[in-house]
């Protein structure tokens, strides 16, 4: 049995840092829990000479990736430095020259993961990814491996800290979206460029694994509908509120009679569930399973240290499988087809808001309308708006659970109606099962 495993690392930015120092100050209780110890052979970065947080041996480093792939002394490789396409190149040869692969990208493994999985498996290699769902909340292996046994039937997930941050603090501060992006921005919470966060794709990505991961299908990222939280008002989180709600980005996958629908929007959560108390830049994922009922999984997103915490994990994985010589199967391969809900299959309450003529008969007309699709309301608001002269007043609604196509034949009929003069706004509204 080896005594000693060798690692190659590509990337030293925040988590390939984070991954050293675990390393490095976790190295007792690491050898302890292994029976051998971990090295850090090479390590991949673009430029040697930049300044780094962690003492290294400059000797380590290197910008030749041949290094890492063709030295046969390295085990197991460690790929933290993100893109997609030539990163795939990276994995794939590092594959087929029979060396693991520990990863945290969620680009990359929602586009390609699939076919990664399938190389590793005919190669008898690891393929883990942790890191890339999540951050430092163990969610992959803990429905893997701790609910195994259970079928997982749904998942939510608030699995963007930077959208999270934006939604808590325009929540609670009553700030517009701009404002409140500029400072998560100014924070170090959103990127300069963070159309991947605020449009939702991020949290698609991350929705895809989890639900291939969960409902064993080959789940795609464009089957995945995708909405971002740009559009999102203080209106509408005032609104929502005094009817008792709180809008996060949520993630979710479900699964009924074999067939799944996998979204990321904007959704309404009764202010008591567990996913609405989720604040600031943290991530939490819900799992119900047919067994186990509810849980609830609860951490930082993001971050050197815990997303480096769930890289080392990984490691030590692959590891215990190298020294019992049992790699390459990683996470069981698909077993079902994906079979997609339609929107009639897709079932929800709904949260609507719009501006319409304030007189006689419009509340009969806007109501006759969503009768006309069997459309029932749970909670009505009716509120004048503050310029009388304008003659409008507000609505705003809660719908009972209608399927997705009623909802939307609703919206087409009263963007035709001429009394409603506007629909500002609707989201659907989950969690009050
Ligand atoms: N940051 C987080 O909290 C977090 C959380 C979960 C997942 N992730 C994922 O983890 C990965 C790394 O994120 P990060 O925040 O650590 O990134 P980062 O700070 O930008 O670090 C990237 C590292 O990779 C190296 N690198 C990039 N492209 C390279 C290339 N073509 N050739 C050689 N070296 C290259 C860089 O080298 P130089 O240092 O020489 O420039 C740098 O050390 C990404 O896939 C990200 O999505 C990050």
């Not at 079928?151 to 963007?160: D, E, F, P, S």
């Not at 989180?237 to 996998?262: R, S, W």
């Not at 459309?375 to 659970?401: C, D, G, R, Y």
């Amino acid at each position: 049995m080896k005594q000693q495993i060798n690692i190659g690392l590509c990337g030293l930015g925040t988590v390939g840092s984070g991954v050293v120092k675990i390393l490095e100050n976790h190295q007792e209780q690491i050898k302890y829990k292994l029976g051998c110890e971990i090295r850090i052979t090479k390590i991949l970065v673009n430029d040697i000479l930049k300044k780094r947080d962690v003492a290294i041996d400059p000797s380590v480093l290197t910008t030749n990736v041949d290094d890492l792939i063709y030295n046969d002394e390295i085990d197991v490789v460690v790929e933290v430095m993100g893109g997609i396409d030539n990163t795939y190149t990276i994995l794939e040869q590092a594959i087929l020259q029979k060396k693991h692969i520990i990863t945290a990208n969620k680009d990359l493994m929602a586009v390609s993961g699939a076919q990664l999985l399938q190389l590793a498996k005919e190669n008898s290699c690891d393929v883990f990814f942790e890191a890339s769902v999540a951050g430092g909340i163990p969610i992959l292996r803990s429905l893997s491996d701790g609910l195994a046994s259970d079928r997982i039937q749904k998942m939510m997930g608030i699995v963007n800290g930077t959208t999270n941050f934006i939604l808590t603090k325009m929540t609670e501060e009553q700030l517009p979206f701009a404002s409140v992006l500029k400072e998560a921005q100014e924070l170090g919470f959103a990127e300069s460029d963070p159309t991947a966060d605020v449009e939702g794709l991020d949290a698609a990505r991350k929705m895809t694994l989890l639900a291939n991961l969960a409902f064993k299908m080959n789940i795609r990222l464009e089957d995945v509908e995708t909405q971002g939280i740009t559009m999102i008002t203080e209106d509408d989180l005032k609104f929502a509120n005094q009817l008792g709600y709180t809008i996060k980005l949520i993630g979710i996958a479900a699964i009924n009679d074999g067939k799944v629908e996998v979204g990321v929007e904007p959704t309404l959560l009764p202010n008591d569930h567990p996913l609405a108390l989720v604040k600031n830049e943290y991530n939490a994922v819900y799992v119900y399973g047919e067994a186990v009922g509810e849980t609830m999984f609860y951490g930082p997103g993001a971050g050197s240290l815990p997303t480096a915490s769930a890289i080392v994990s990984d490691l030590m994985a692959a590891v215990k499988n190298i020294r019992l010589g049992v790699s390459g199967n990683s996470y069981i391969s698909p077993q079902y087809t994906t079979q997609l809900k339609d929107n009639k299959e897709r079932y929800s309450k709904y949260f609507i808001r719009m501006e319409v003529d304030d007189e006689t008969g419009t509340f009969f007309k806007v109501t006759d309308i969503f009768a006309n699709q069997k459309v029932s309301f749970e909670k009505i608001l009716q509120l004048p708006l503050p310029n009388k002269e304008l003659n409008t007043a507000e609505i705003v609604m809660v719908t009972h659970t209608v399927n997705k196509q009623q909802f939307l034949n609703c919206i087409e009929n009263l963007s035709e109606l001429s009394v409603v003069k506007k629909i500002i706004s609707y989201y659907r509204v989950d969690g009050e099962e």
